[in-house]
């Protein structure tokens, strides 16, 4: 500190900036070790560094630096419960007694809603059943309840899209849009990706046959189909949709059928 002026050698300005600019980052490990021991998780170390926290990780597990299992997991169920509270909605963590023997992240009573936070590292197969995630799935549609999972990445890195599906599972978007005032188009595979690169989860894809849905001029809508992408079904005459979704934050009735017809 008597030095620098700051605790850690990286958060001098000059290192920040050679950070920054830096094609190859050559992470400081030293100082991430020093501030994961001292309790920062690996998310806020990501952000820190401008890196993803799965590249923390690597650097600390490298370093025979023991990974905590329930930080970033807990960093995200306080995410999502400040958003949710927002809302006044009821909320129940971690229990037990709706699939028991497995747990539910959070809970949802009044919409018979669930979200499931899938840790990338903690949910692999080193660490799971592979059947895991469809058991509680299973169960869950047993009891009527709609299961949502989300990886803990997806919720580091798109959490405005995150949030946009949990509002409409709820019932909660305030964008409403008919289907029957849109118009249909045929689009080209990259202004789809585009799209999709903002409003979808999982990100842009190019497909051959594309189509939308305008309002005053504005996509809202869009869906992408290719042939059967599994083997077994190549010989088959039908198209499979591969990806669809609306304007962030928009709940356009009806879009779907409009879009398939």
């Not at 952000?47 to 600390?60: C, G, M, N, Q």
């Not at 499931?116 to 509680?136: A, Q, T």
């Not at 009527?144 to 919720?155: A, N, P, R, V």
Request: net charge positive; with cysteine.
């Amino acid at each position: 500190v008597q030095k620098y002026g700051v605790e850690y050698n990286s958060q001098r300005n000059s290192v920040k900036e050679k950070l920054k600019n830096n094609k190859f980052i050559i992470l400081p490990e030293d100082d991430i070790i020093n501030q994961y021991n001292e309790g920062k998780t690996l998310v806020e170390l990501g952000k820190i560094y401008s890196v993803d926290y799965d590249t923390i990780r690597t650097r600390l597990v490298s370093n025979n630096i023991q990974i905590r299992q329930k930080t970033n997991h807990s960093f995200n169920e306080l995410q999502l419960k400040e958003f949710l509270l927002k809302y006044n909605i009821r909320i129940e963590y971690n229990i037990k007694h709706v699939i028991s023997p497995y747990e539910l992240d959070i809970y949802l009573p009044d919409y018979n809603l669930a979200i499931e936070i899938n840790g990338l590292y903690w949910h692999s197969d080193k660490y799971k059943d592979k059947y895991h995630l469809l058991n509680k799935t299973k169960l869950c549609k047993e009891k009527g309840i709609e299961l949502l999972h989300f990886y803990d990445i997806e919720i580091n890195n798109k959490f405005d899209i995150v949030k946009s599906i949990i509002l409409n599972k709820l019932g909660k978007i305030e964008n409403k849009i008919y289907g029957r005032k849109t118009e249909l188009k045929e689009i080209s595979p990259k202004e789809a990706y585009d799209f999709y690169d903002i409003n979808h989860i999982q990100g842009g894809i190019y497909s051959k046959y594309n189509y939308g849905l305008f309002y005053n001029d504005e996509l809202v809508s869009c869906l992408s189909l290719s042939k059967p992408r599994n083997k077994n079904w190549k010989e088959l005459d039908y198209l499979e949709v591969i990806r669809f979704c609306s304007l962030l934050n928009y709940n356009v009735i009806g879009g779907f059928s409009k879009l398939i017809q």
